[in-house]
Every structure is written in structure tokens, then in C-alpha cells.
């Protein structure tokens, strides 16, 4: 086996939960899910309300051949209730990009839409890794600081912002991490561990 085709496939096996919250790095996303399932990971992606404002669910749903997830409400196809059973079939929960008030109200324990109760449910199922966007104002704000400094201490990982030029056209923290590096940190968090044995898969 050639090293391009064994670097492709490492993460074979693993199940990525990459959840997508409404900024405008939302286009950024679609690169990750692309490269998340080229190097063989299974990807399911949920989606908040406000993100579909940016990027429509069939992006993703062409990009990783699966269904994607956008309501608490919708029907899951073995009629799990899907805001447990995508984080206990998934390995790592990704949030790219995750908006300041995602950000808010995980770190205050609220589960008012599908992403938010993922973030709640994945609690002693899979790690989570966020990969913050936002304005610079949003981003330094004290009470995104303290909210991160919270889900710090609680054991999240986190991804960048980076520095640079914001599509606000201001230059500072806030731009998302490179898919690349974002999709690194995932292959960091993931191969610590062995995939989770799982039976016929939930997802699809
Ligand atoms: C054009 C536009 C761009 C936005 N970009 C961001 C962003 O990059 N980061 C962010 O935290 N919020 C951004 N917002 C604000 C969020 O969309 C808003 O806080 C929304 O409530 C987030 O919802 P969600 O976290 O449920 O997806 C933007 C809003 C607009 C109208």
C-alpha cells in the first residue's frame, strides 16, 4: 500500500459527528466534511437552523452520502432519538465553525435546538472539539472569554480562532481554523482510542 493511500484511510472505522453552527466560515465547513470523509472517516453532519441561512443541508448530505441533521423533531432512521444516539455512535463531535452563541449556550447547559442537546449528550460518549469563528469584538467580548475559559475546564478541546483577515474586512482573532488544521486535531483526538465497536450503524 502506497503512503498517499494508508495517509487517506487512517481514519477508517472512526464516525465523525461534525456539527455546523450559523457564521459566515459556514462555506469552510463543506472543505472539512470533504476531507474528514477522504481520509475515511464516516461523517454525519447536523446542522442548526441559522447555518442553513449559509449553507444548505445538501452540500453535506452530497459530500458525505448520508442524511443530514437538522431538527430534534425529525425522525431518525431506526427511530432513535437522534440528539443521544448521533453522540453515542460517533468518536469525536466536531462544532466548525462554532458561533459565539453556541459557544454561550453550551457553556450554559442549554439544549433548546439539536445541536446545543448533542453538545449536552456527549458528555461520557465522545470528545468534543470546537473550532470557534467569529468577529474580533465577539471573539475577545469577556463573556465568550469566560464561556471558553468554562468549556476549557470541563475538558473541551478547541481549535484555533486564528488571527488574520475577518470577512468583516477587519484583521484580528476570530478567522477559523484551516480545514486542514482542524481536520489534524480531529485525527489527533481520534487515534488516541480504537473506533467504537458499533453494530450496524444508526446513521446513514
Ligand atoms: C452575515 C452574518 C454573518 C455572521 N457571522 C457570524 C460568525 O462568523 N460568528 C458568529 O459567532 N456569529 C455570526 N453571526 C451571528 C450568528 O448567525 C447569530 O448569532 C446566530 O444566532 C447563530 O445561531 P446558531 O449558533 O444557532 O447557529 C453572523 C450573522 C450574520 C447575519
Not at 442548526?48 to 448520508?66: C, E, G, H, K, V
Not at 480531529?186 to 465497536?197: E, H, I, M, N, Q
Request: include cysteine; hydrophobic fraction near 40%; glycine fraction near 8%.
Amino acid at each position: 500500500m502506497s503512503r498517499k493511500t494508508a495517509k487517506q484511510s487512517d481514519l477508517a472505522d472512526y464516525e465523525v459527528l461534525l456539527c455546523v453552527t450559523g457564521g459566515i466560515a459556514c462555506y469552510k465547513s463543506a472543505d472539512l466534511a470533504s476531507k474528514l470523509c477522504q481520509s475515511g472517516a464516516g461523517v454525519t453532519v447536523a446542522m442548526t437552523d441559522n447555518s442553513q441561512r449559509f449553507i444548505a443541508p445538501l452540500t453535506f448530505q452530497t459530500l458525505t452520502a448520508r442524511r443530514v441533521y437538522t431538527s430534534l423533531w425529525q425522525s431518525s432512521e431506526d427511530f432513535s432519538s437522534q440528539h443521544l444516539s448521533l453522540t453515542e455512535q460517533a468518536d469525536v463531535m466536531i462544532v466548525a465553525p462554532a458561533t459565539a452563541n453556541l459557544l454561550a449556550r453550551l457553556a450554559g447547559g442549554l439544549a433548546d435546538d439539536l445541536v446545543s442537546s448533542l453538545g449536552l449528550s456527549a458528555w461520557g460518549a465522545c470528545p468534543i472539539l470546537l473550532a470557534p469563528a467569529m468577529n474580533s469584538r465577539m471573539w475577545l467580548a469577556p463573556v465568550t472569554q469566560e464561556n471558553m475559559k468554562r468549556l476549557c475546564k470541563w475538558g473541551v478541546n478547541v481549535i484555533g480562532p486564528d488571527e488574520g483577515t475577518l470577512a468583516c474586512r477587519t484583521v484580528g482573532p476570530g478567522r477559523l481554523a484551516e480545514p486542514a488544521e482542524i481536520l489534524q486535531a480531529a485525527r489527533d483526538l481520534l487515534l488516541r482510542k480504537p473506533p467504537k465497536k458499533r453494530g450496524r450503524p444508526s446513521v446513514g
